[in-house]
């Protein structure tokens, strides 16, 4: 029961144009939404959130948007840097991170 | 600042033969603990969780199993490992009732 998809198993940009990194869910109780950073050989790191209240939050070069009613998210990357190669989870959860849900990531390639 | 530690990094081990990864969190107290497994090509899957000593919810039927014998020790076991248990396992913790999972540097299994 995938309820968090990222359809996209891989994204390719060129160093400097802009990354976006899509994702759907199905359930809609999830009311908080995350994007994880994963290097090879490491645990996954918190990279962004957003609340359901909201439909974008940005930090530096990461925003995330959020669509509601089309049950979407997506995570832009404005300007993309090689060191930015590397896979981004989707994760979502009801407000009881117990059961936090993620997707099969999408391995971003950044080429110089 | 809070810690996560999780070892070994990687461990072959043959088919029936016993499990047990150990993971350890410093720095704080009274955290969620959880384990997730990542197959090959695939997102985190929730194993277990505990939000104290000696409490651990699985969400996923099969041959492992979970303890929590102090506050900050969550240890995957198995009696016998079987070829499909082969992954990416990963430890994290949360505050309670914080939405942000924060993960250790994972422990990469092969059973052969």
């Known amino acids: 029961d995938q309820q968090v998809k990222q359809n996209s198993p891989s994204l390719s940009v060129q160093e400097g144009r802009i990354s976006i990194l899509n994702c759907d869910y199905t359930?809609?109780?999830?009311?908080?939404f995350l994007w994880y950073k994963k290097y090879p050989a490491e645990g996954p790191t918190f990279l962004i959130s957003?609340?359901?209240?909201?439909d974008k939050n940005e930090d530096g070069r990461f925003t995330v948007f959020l669509n509601k009613s089309a049950k979407h998210l997506s995570l832009h990357i404005v300007p993309s840097q090689p060191g930015d190669s590397a896979v981004y989870f989707c994760?979502?959860?009801?407000?009881?991170?117990?059961?936090?849900?993620f997707g099969a990531g999408t391995r971003l390639t950044v080429k110089p | 600042s809070q810690t996560i530690h999780q070892w070994p990094a990687t461990l072959v081990q043959p088919v029936g033969s016993p499990l047990s990864l150990e993971c350890t969190v410093e720095?704080?107290?009274?955290?969620?603990l959880y384990w997730y497994r990542q197959a090959a090509g695939r997102g985190l899957q929730l194993l277990f969780y505990?939000?104290?000593?000696?409490?651990i919810s699985s969400e996923v039927p099969q041959n492992l199993s979970a303890s929590r014998p102090q506050d900050r020790q969550f240890i995957l076991s198995s009696k016998k490992l079987l070829l499909s248990d082969s992954g990416f396992y990963l430890c994290?913790?949360?505050?309670?009732?914080?939405?942000?999972?924060?993960f250790g540097s994972g422990t990469q299994l092969s059973v052969l």
């Open positions: 994290a913790w949360s505050e309670p009732g914080v939405e942000k999972l924060f």
């Open positions: 359930n809609s109780m999830f009311d908080y």
């Open positions: 957003i609340s359901s209240i909201k």
């Open positions: 994760a979502a959860s009801e407000g009881n991170n117990n059961d936090m849900r």
């Open positions: 720095g704080t107290s009274n955290p969620n």
């Open positions: 505990s939000v104290g000593i000696g409490q």
